[in-house]
Every structure is written in structure tokens, then in C-alpha cells.
């Protein structure tokens, strides 16, 4: 099955400063690639996803880079804010037929400094 | 539009004993899943759901039983509970978007301690 592999785990970084989460993922039919935010006590939930059909997505301060080569992407936050502390998660899912099962990686707590 | 419920938000339960998490949700969504957090090892897949009376095993499926009778409802059964099922459980669901993509919509949690 597909394996989803995470990194930084902790990621500390000044507010203002840009932080990078990086993902590598197994199976190259893998086609799908969220990442979801999970602030401290609370659920789970999608900030931003990009397809296997397209390189890069923005989202205001927000990115996520696909390289469908490498099998590797990642999340770029950019002029972090105190409220951008969580955990985040990135995930694959594998395409085909009524396959939605997401893989989750382990998760990045970003901690961001005043 | 509650979204996806999840019941109760705690339980504290002795080894041995038996239970069921009761997960809704009302966007008439096809897919519904479990999945456990732990610290460290991020959200595993318990079971998962494509329809009213379909399921399938994921990672994690030992100790842990799922039905679908209806489009709304999916109940996680831990059906002789182990301390190694101390954990956070999320129910989440999503349509299947012609996009290619779903979204989950994850319910609030439930926080099980297996003493």
C-alpha cells in the first residue's frame, strides 16, 4: 500500500519567516494530495490540495509544490503567523475506481514565535 | 447542517469491555472513514466506507468492527477493548468530487481511555 513519509516533525520557526514541510510518497498512481491543519484540540482540516496534473496551487500566504518524478511534495507557508501554530498533515490517495482511502503522514507541529 | 457527529467525546472503559463510537452526517456524503490519532504516528485508517453496505478494512482494522446500513451512519464497534485502543478517534466523510478530489469533513473526535 501506499506509504507516506513526513518531515520536519517539529518545525519552529520567527514570526514572519517562511516555513517548509516536505513529503515523499510511495506509489507513483498516487494522484491526489491534501494537507489538512489540525490546531491544538480541534479536528482536522483541508487548507489546501493539488492533483497530480498540476505542479504548484497557491492559496494566499499558503502553497504546496508537486514533483511527480521525485514523488515528493511539500507545503511553503510564507509570512507565518502565531495563528499558523498546528499540526499539519499531508496525504496521498491513489487513483482509481471508488479507491479514496487517504494516507496520512505523521504530522509537523509548527510552532510559530512572536 | 450539523455536519459530521461524532458520540460520546469521552469514554473511559475497562479491558475487556465492549462499545460503539456512533458517527452521522447529513451531506449525503458516499465515503465514510475512522481513523485513530496517536502521538507520533499521525491519522491511521481504522475502516472505511464507499456506500451503504460496503466496507473495507485500511491499516488498522484489528479489534475493530464497521457496519453501513444506512448512507448516513457508520459505527466503529470495539468489541473487547485493549489498552492498546487508548487513542483519539476521528469519523470523517466526503462526497466523490468529479474533480477528482475529496474533501474529508472530519467530525470533532472521541477520546477513548482502555484501562
Known amino acids: 500500500g501506499e506509504n507516506v513519509e513526513q518531515h520536519p516533525s517539529t518545525l519552529s520557526v520567527q514570526e514572519g519567516d517562511s516555513a517548509v514541510i516536505k513529503c515523499t510518497y510511495s506509489?507513483?498512481?498516487?494522484?491526489?494530495f491534501p494537507w489538512y491543519k489540525q490546531e491544538l484540540g480541534k479536528r482536522p482540516q483541508l487548507i489546501i490540495d493539488?492533483?497530480?496534473?498540476?505542479g504548484e496551487k497557491k492559496d494566499q500566504r499558503i502553497a504546496v509544490t508537486l514533483n511527480k518524478t521525485a514523488k515528493h511534495f511539500s507545503l511553503h507557508i510564507t509570512e507565518t503567523q502565531p495563528e499558523d501554530s498546528a499540526v499539519y498533515f499531508c496525504a496521498a490517495r491513489r487513483a482509481g475506481g471508488s479507491n479514496y482511502k487517504l494516507t496520512f503522514g505523521k504530522g509537523t507541529l509548527l510552532t510559530v514565535n512572536p | 447542517n450539523a455536519g459530521v457527529t461524532q458520540t460520546p467525546k469521552f469514554q473511559v472503559l475497562k479491558t475487556g469491555q465492549s462499545m460503539t463510537l456512533q458517527c452521522a452526517q447529513d451531506m449525503n456524503h458516499e465515503y465514510m472513514s475512522w481513523y485513530r490519532q496517536d502521538p507520533g504516528m499521525g491519522l491511521r485508517l481504522i475502516h472505511y466506507s464507499v456506500g451503504a453496505g460496503i466496507t473495507d478494512q485500511g491499516e488498522v482494522p484489528n479489534g475493530y468492527n464497521v457496519s453501513r446500513s444506512t448512507t448516513e451512519d457508520f459505527p466503529l464497534r470495539l468489541l473487547s477493548a485493549a489498552p492498546s485502543q487508548t487513542s483519539v478517534y476521528f469519523c470523517a466523510s466526503s462526497y466523490f468530487g468529479n474533480s477528482g478530489a475529496n474533501v474529508l469533513t472530519f467530525g470533532a473526535g472521541s477520546r477513548l481511555t482502555v484501562l
Open positions: 506509489d507513483s498512481a498516487s494522484n491526489y
Open positions: 493539488i492533483r497530480s496534473n498540476v
